[in-house]
Every structure is written in structure tokens, then in C-alpha cells.
């Protein structure tokens, strides 16, 4: 059998690249972070899978996003008598063949210091930014005034027109004005 598994970090991305073309029997599709191998449907692939079956995956990020997790996965996979091929890198990869072992690790390894690559320069410019006084979390920025908030629906103020006054989103007065059954 041949077992397709897509991942993107989050619901709002999409997976139709992946594996576009390429006949599978089964597809498991994960909507989540790839940093561990804590993923619905990652393990309902790894519990699925049977001797002789195919572990087809578009490119090694998606199926791990550091090298331990990434050879623990492939040993997983081929202890289970099962082939793992990557479609982006043109690597097919079971237990014989030792050279796809050191083409992995090192892969990899590149994909692991890639992450890390990205959260250094995310920290860099989330410091930045603060320097600059443009980056406000929920933890940094000031606290919603939901009296302020009632008091101006109260007096008529159109949700819009309110959530501007305050500086927060139209669903947050709303959300306040539901949960406090102001009568408008």
C-alpha cells in the first residue's frame, strides 16, 4: 500500500502542492506545528502502516523539522519493514542502503538549522521592533476597558465606531457587549 502524509504548520495554509500528481492509496494530512512528532494523523500513518507498504512524504520538513525526530521516524519506519521516499529530494530510503542514511542526516541536519535560522531572525525582529515601539503582544498591551466599552454601546456608539474609540478588534466589543446582554 501506498500511504501519502502532508503537513503544513497551520489551518490557514494549504497542502495541494504536496504530493500533487503522485498516486497513493491513503493520504494523512496534519494542519499543525512539525516540531515534534506529536501529529493526529503522523500517528495514524505509523499505526496504519504494514510490512511492505510505502511511506511517501513531499520533502523531509514535512515529515520532521529536526534530525533527531527525522531519524527516529525513518528507523520507526523501516524496523516496520516499510520504504520511505521523498518526493522533493529524490531520495527513496530502507534499511540497505547506508548512503541514503548519510544523505538524510545530513538533509536534515540543513532543515534543523534552517528552523534555527528562522527563530533567531523572528527574535531579532520582534526585538527590533519593540526598540522601535511597532510590536505589542496581548501580554504588553494594555488591558481592554470593558466598562469603557459598555458604557459607549450604552450610549448608542455603533460597534464599529466603539471598537475604534478603544483601539481593539469589532469581535471583541461584540464579544463584550454578548457576554454582558447590553440591550442596545
Given at each position: 500500500?501506498?500511504?501519502?502524509?502532508?503537513?503544513?504548520?497551520t489551518?490557514?495554509?494549504?497542502?495541494?502542492?504536496?504530493?500533487?500528481?503522485?498516486?497513493?492509496?491513503?493520504?494523512?494530512?496534519d494542519?499543525?506545528?512539525?516540531?515534534?512528532?506529536?501529529?493526529?494523523?503522523?500517528?495514524?500513518?505509523?499505526?496504519?502502516?504494514?510490512?511492505?507498504?510505502?511511506?511517501i512524504?513531499?520533502?523531509?520538513?514535512?515529515?520532521?523539522?529536526?534530525?533527531t525526530?527525522?531519524?527516529?521516524l525513518?528507523?520507526?519506519i523501516?524496523?516496520?519493514?516499510?520504504?520511505?521516499?521523498?518526493?522533493?529530494?529524490?531520495?527513496?530510503?530502507?534499511?540497505?542502503?547506508?548512503?541514503?542514511?548519510?544523505?538524510?542526516?545530513?538533509?536534515?541536519a540543513?532543515?534543523?538549522?534552517?528552523?534555527?535560522?528562522?527563530?533567531?531572525?523572528?527574535?531579532?525582529?520582534?526585538?527590533?521592533?519593540?526598540?522601535?515601539?511597532?510590536?505589542?503582544n496581548?501580554?504588553?498591551?494594555?488591558a481592554?476597558?470593558?466598562?469603557?466599552?459598555i458604557?459607549?454601546?450604552?450610549?448608542?456608539?455603533?460597534?464599529?465606531?466603539?471598537?475604534?474609540?478603544?483601539s481593539?478588534?469589532?469581535s471583541?466589543?461584540?464579544?463584550i457587549?454578548?457576554?454582558?446582554?447590553?440591550?442596545?
Amino acid at each position: 500500500m501506498r500511504l501519502g502524509y502532508k503537513r503544513v504548520s497551520t489551518i490557514e495554509q494549504n497542502t495541494a502542492r504536496q504530493l500533487d500528481g503522485i498516486e497513493v492509496d491513503k493520504v494523512y494530512e496534519d494542519k499543525c506545528s512539525g516540531s515534534n512528532t506529536d501529529r493526529p494523523q503522523l500517528q495514524g500513518l505509523l499505526d496504519s502502516m504494514r510490512e511492505g507498504d510505502t511511506v511517501i512524504v513531499h520533502d523531509i520538513s514535512r515529515l520532521a523539522r529536526n534530525l533527531t525526530d527525522l531519524l527516529q521516524l525513518i528507523e520507526l519506519i523501516n524496523s516496520r519493514g516499510c520504504e520511505l521516499k521523498f518526493i522533493k529530494e529524490a531520495i527513496t530510503y530502507n534499511r540497505d542502503d547506508k548512503n541514503q542514511k548519510l544523505m538524510l542526516s545530513i538533509m536534515g541536519a540543513v532543515a534543523t538549522f534552517e528552523r534555527d535560522m528562522i527563530r533567531e531572525r523572528q527574535a531579532e525582529g520582534i526585538a527590533i521592533a519593540k526598540l522601535n515601539g511597532v510590536y505589542f503582544n496581548r501580554k504588553q498591551s494594555k488591558a481592554i476597558d470593558k466598562s469603557g466599552i459598555i458604557r459607549a454601546l450604552e450610549d448608542g456608539l455603533s460597534v464599529r465606531k466603539t471598537a475604534s474609540k478603544f483601539s481593539v478588534a469589532p469581535s471583541t466589543v461584540s464579544r463584550i457587549k454578548k457576554a454582558e446582554l447590553v440591550l442596545i
